[in-house]
């Protein structure tokens, strides 16, 4: 499995912008199809996006088409989730996954960074 660690998390003010950074280790980063989930207090984890493995195509949750923007450096081992825009209701915690396969689990997880968006 790769290893995953998230970064980027703070508190903005609703309107701001956030990027965050997940840095992979372990396997070949390229080899995989990375995921931004979140989870809110109270709510179950929900599917942010996704990012094929060459950066070439990507997939969004409805809620925010238009705001976010998921690319990756695979020269790097990073995949970001940039988060413009920012409404109170994009507060959670943000993680990153991996899977090999276009469909099916994802395989490794990070550990989650706290965004938070005031009014």
């Known amino acids: 499995q790769v290893q995953l660690v998230e970064s980027g998390g703070g508190l903005v003010q609703a309107g701001g912008s956030l990027r965050l950074s997940c840095v992979a280790s372990?396997?070949?980063?390229?080899?995989?199809?990375m995921g931004w989930f979140r989870q809110a207090p109270g709510k179950e984890r929900e599917f942010v996006g996704l990012?094929?493995?060459?950066?070439?195509?990507?997939v969004y949750q409805d809620s925010v088409k238009g705001r976010f923007t998921i690319s990756r450096d695979n020269a790097k081992n990073v995949v970001y989730l940039q988060m413009n825009n920012l409404k109170p209701e994009d507060t959670a915690v943000y993680y990153c996954a991996a899977r090999a396969t276009d469909i099916g689990v994802f395989e490794s997880w990070g550990q989650g960074t706290q965004v938070t968006v005031s009014s």
């Open positions: 990012i094929s493995k060459s950066g070439g195509n990507s």
């Open positions: 372990g396997r070949t980063f390229s080899n995989y199809y």
